[in-house]
């Protein structure tokens, strides 16, 4: 349970609020590269952080993200001609650099030189810097003084070959979609009928969270009843990433949209070699943590406007517990219901909950030491390489020690 206070602090993400501050402070993707792959091709909208903002790539391949209302009369870039190195408003023909620079204005005659240039000063469009890694486009929308160093997150070094993002978009605000990301225990009821897999079938009894430099890493335990724990272990790392120990290893952002919406990305990365067929089919495909989406959208066909398709049948027989296909439409169907906003005033907590508790407590103190001008966490890249497990070990062998010779929390080269 938070107190109203607490909850809005945590929740809202537009400009000058205290989170949306510390989004800010890290570098976030706003875009698949797929979607704006051609220099000198349509302009696309972005919604990050609750600011409209226009997306493009320049003639020489650089980004472009200026804000969507043009500083002359408020027209939207997004109508704009991608031309020569800049984005030119349709509106009165005002043309901006890929920096927010005004270096084409047209419109204004019967002026002198220097005029000319002191307007053009005055006259700059919201721009933010941009770097393209991992088949996304990342931006940075904090004050540049603290802009840190690109993230050295595993699944954006290893090769192309070797890695698949989706997205989707979740109709609730970002911190309860990221909650449900580290709530071990919900797996074995939402989830269950997708796999049998021990996950699915027992509730972890045994919790372990750690913090490093760049957040935390939790371990959970499952009792298999022969004298052994099957231990699971995830990372959470700022602002909101989730590095997940799944077969093929996976990973998650929750970045806000906007208070009551978030885009969550999804990738599917080999360490030892490309992502194989069956790994590709089941990206391609939507399943497991990802959606198929309407043509043309980050909105899954299952959504919240059509009750997820739900299949009361497949739900009445058992085959599904929820009766919804997809773990990615089940995480939305529970997360969205509990409101754009979950008010986190009338829960009731139980000891299940304690990397729900830690999560908010991790991120409660970043938005103390931001206040205080403390260090944040995750502002050193190599603090990013963090590796999931799973594995047996006997009952009874000390988790932190497991953990500290997995050398959590340290660096990790690629390919050790
Ligand atoms: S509104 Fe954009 S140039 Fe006038
Ligand atoms: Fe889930």
Sequence with gaps: MLSIEDNERLTRVGPGTPMGDLFRRYWQPVA???????????????????????????TDGRFG?????????TASMYWARNEENGLRCVYHGLKFDVDGNCVDAPCVTKTSEAQLESLQRQLKIKAYPCIERAELVWAYMGPPEFKPAFPELDWTLVPTSHRLSTRHIQECNWLQALE?????????????????????????????????????????????????????????????????????????????????????????????????????????????????????TDISIRNKSNDYLVDRGAQATGQSYTGMQGLGIQDCAVQESMGPIA??????????????????????????????????MGMTAADYRMRMERWFAPKGDDIAVMMAERKYGKMVKAGE
């Design 32 to 58: 698949l590269s797929e979607t704006v792959s051609k220099p000198d091709g349509p302009p696309i909208r972005v919604r990050m952080l609750g600011e409209d903002l226009v997306l493009f790539r320049a």
């Design 180 to 296: 449900g990301g580290f709530d071990a225990a919900h797996l074995t009821f939402l989830h269950k009928g997708e796999t049998s897999h021990v996950s699915r079938t027992i509730v972890p009894t045994l919790y372990e969270v750690q913090q490093n430099d760049a957040g935390f890493y939790t371990a959970t335990g499952r009792d298999m009843g022969d004298g052994q724990i099957y231990w699971n272990t995830n990372a959470l790392l700022m602002p909101a990433h989730k590095i997940i120990s799944a077969v093929a290893p996976a990973a998650h952002m929750w970045m806000p949209i906007d208070d009551e919406n978030t885009m969550l990305y999804s990738t599917e990365f080999r360490f030892d070699g490309p992502l194989t067929e069956k790994d590709l089919e089941r990206v391609r495909g939507g399943k497991w943590i990802h959606t198929v989406n309407l043509p043309g």
């Design 343 to 376: 008010d986190r005033t009338q829960e009731f907590l139980l000891p299940c909950d304690i990397e729900i508790v830690k999560i908010r407590r991790l991120y409660l103190q970043a938005l103390d030491d931001m206040a205080s001008g403390k260090p944040l």
């Design 65 to 73: 993200l200026v804000a969507e209302r043009c500083p002359h009369r």
